[in-house]
């Protein structure tokens, strides 16, 4: 069975300091791995996927299939980035976590 | 094409009453999914359609649940004798056959049921 544990449902940090978001799985194969986003009153967004190790608005994820981890991070948030932010995990069927609500405070 | 259309935005219903939402994918992609959301928790699958073949549901979806996807293109959700339970977000997402790409979600569907 797969499964995606968020252990923080809220997180809140000052602008201008590092957040990082924690997201740990469990799967027996070779893991797909997601960080979606929903602003207020947007729709859910694929924010970045671990396969393209790429950078998206200053976030970056590491996979550690050692520790079963994707922590999301950024070195400097802004206000812009409050929202809630999901860890998914899967190929065709994904799995969500419960989500971590991420508040930036000027 | 302007992403995934979902129908209607909102749904209030009287308990065991009928209710059916529609969506619209986008048209590229030949992948179609529904997912649920209650309030505190992340997206929970529901079921998944490739082409017009549904194939798979989840075990959250009993037998007052179907879905249909009947050319491959638009897809509903109907939910018979409706109960306080079923009150959530519905999710529809859409993809490429290559499901590492990533979903596209839909705007959802929040049903009531009183």
């Known amino acids: 069975a797969q499964r995606v544990t968020q252990p923080e449902k809220l997180l809140s940090v000052f602008k201008g300091a590092p957040v990082e978001l924690k997201c740990n799985y469990s799967?027996?194969?070779?893991?797909?791995l997601f960080w979606y986003v929903q602003y207020s009153r947007q729709r859910l967004q694929l924010l970045l996927r671990?396969?393209s190790r790429e950078s998206i608005k200053g976030f970056t994820a590491d996979l550690n299939k050692g520790e079963t981890s994707f922590h999301l991070k950024k070195p400097f948030a802004q206000e812009e980035d409050s929202a809630m932010y999901y860890c998914?995990?899967?190929?065709?069927?994904?799995?969500f976590g419960a989500g971590t609500t991420v508040t930036v405070r000027a | 094409d302007t992403g995934v259309s979902q129908d209607p935005r909102h749904k209030i219903t009287k308990r065991g009453q009928n209710v059916t939402f529609r969506c619209d994918p986008i048209?590229?992609?030949?992948?179609l999914y529904w997912y649920r959301q209650t309030l505190g928790q992340g997206p929970e699958f529901l079921t998944y359609?490739?082409?017009?073949?549904?194939?798979?549901k989840s075990r959250l979806l009993s037998d007052r649940f179907s879905a249909e996807r009947p050319k491959g293109s638009f897809s509903t959700l109907e939910i018979q004798r409706t109960e306080q339970g079923d009150s959530a977000m519905y999710l529809c997402?859409?993809?490429?056959?290559?499901?590492?790409?990533?979903?596209?979600f839909g705007s959802g569907t929040r049903l009531t049921v009183v």
């Open positions: 997402a859409s993809s490429l056959a290559l499901p590492a790409e990533g979903y596209t």
């Open positions: 799967y027996s194969g070779s893991p797909e």
């Open positions: 671990h396969i």
């Open positions: 998914a995990l899967g190929g065709y069927k994904l799995s």
């Open positions: 048209s590229e992609h030949n992948r």
């Open positions: 359609f490739q082409n017009e073949a549904q194939l798979e």
